[in-house]
C-alpha cells in the first residue's frame, strides 16, 4: 500500500464546475499538507500549505485537511480552463519537514 | 518565492554516459533537494543537497550513480552517471527558504536515454 493514494483521473468537467481533489494517506505524523500544480512541461507550482487539520482558502481555492480520517481536499470553485492541469497532493511528518510524500496527481480538464 | 533555473530543460543521452543538471536559484536558500519524476508515479526525493558537506541520500539512492555538489547558498549540481534506459525521467530540483516554509520547484530536466 502507497504512503499517500491519489485518483489519477483524468477529471474532465464544464468550465464554472466546482471541482473537488482528494487524497488519502496512511501516515499519522504527516503534519503539513500542500497541493501543487504541474501544467505540461512545468515544474509543480505551490497551491496551499496547511499545517494539522482544518481548512484554508485562497481566491477559488480550498484546502481541507482532517487527520482523523487521513483525508486531504483541494476544492477549486468557478473552475476554468487554464485550472487544466494536473493536481498533485504532498504531505511531510514535522519530525522530517523537508522530505515530501506525494501523490501520483490526478489529471483535470475543464472544458470551455 | 525563489526564481529557480535549471539547466538544461531537456536532454537526449547515451546508455553508458553522463549528464550533469544544474540548479541556479536567485536568492539564498536553506535547503535545495533533488527528486525524480517517472512517468506514472509520483516524484521521489532523490537527496538533500547540504551545503559544504555531502548530500544526504533517500533509500535505494546512492552518491556513485547520483553526486550532488552544493558549493553555496544559491547552486547545485546532481550528476546521473552511467545512465542506462531506465535512469529516463524528470529530474526536478526545489529550494526551501526557511523553517516551516514550503517546498518550491524548478520546471525540471526532462532526461531520456537512448
Known amino acids: 500500500q502507497k504512503e499517500v493514494e491519489q485518483d489519477p483521473g483524468p477529471l474532465s468537467v464544464p468550465e464554472g464546475a466546482i471541482v473537488s481533489l482528494n487524497c488519502t494517506y496512511s501516515n499519522s505524523a504527516f503534519q503539513y499538507f500542500m497541493w501543487y500544480r504541474q501544467y505540461s512541461r512545468k515544474g509543480p507550482e505551490l497551491l496551499m500549505y496547511?499545517?494539522?487539520?482544518g481548512n484554508k482558502e485562497d481566491g477559488r481555492f480550498t484546502a481541507q485537511v482532517d487527520k482523523s480520517s487521513k483525508y486531504i481536499s483541494l476544492f477549486i470553485r468557478d473552475s476554468q480552463p487554464s485550472d487544466s492541469a494536473t493536481y498533485l497532493c504532498a504531505m511531510s511528518e514535522a519530525s522530517s519537514g523537508d522530505k515530501l510524500t506525494f501523490g501520483t496527481g490526478t489529471r483535470l480538464a475543464v472544458r470551455p | 518565492s525563489a526564481v529557480i533555473s535549471q539547466k538544461p530543460s531537456r536532454d537526449i543521452c547515451q546508455r553508458g554516459t553522463s549528464l550533469t543538471i544544474q540548479c541556479q536559484v536567485d536568492?539564498?536558500?536553506?535547503?535545495m533537494f533533488w527528486y525524480r519524476q517517472q512517468p506514472g508515479q509520483s516524484l521521489t526525493l532523490i537527496a538533500t543537497a547540504n551545503q559544504g558537506s555531502e548530500a544526504t541520500y533517500e533509500s535505494g539512492f546512492v552518491i556513485d550513480k547520483f553526486p550532488i555538489s552544493r558549493p553555496n547558498l544559491t547552486f547545485s549540481t546532481l550528476t546521473v552517471s552511467n545512465m542506462s534506459p531506465e535512469d529516463s525521467s524528470i529530474y526536478l530540483c526545489s529550494v526551501r527558504s526557511g523553517n516551516n516554509q514550503p517546498q518550491h520547484f524548478g520546471d525540471g530536466t526532462r532526461l531520456s536515454i537512448l
Open positions: 536568492s539564498q536558500v536553506t535547503m
Open positions: 496547511t499545517y494539522s487539520s
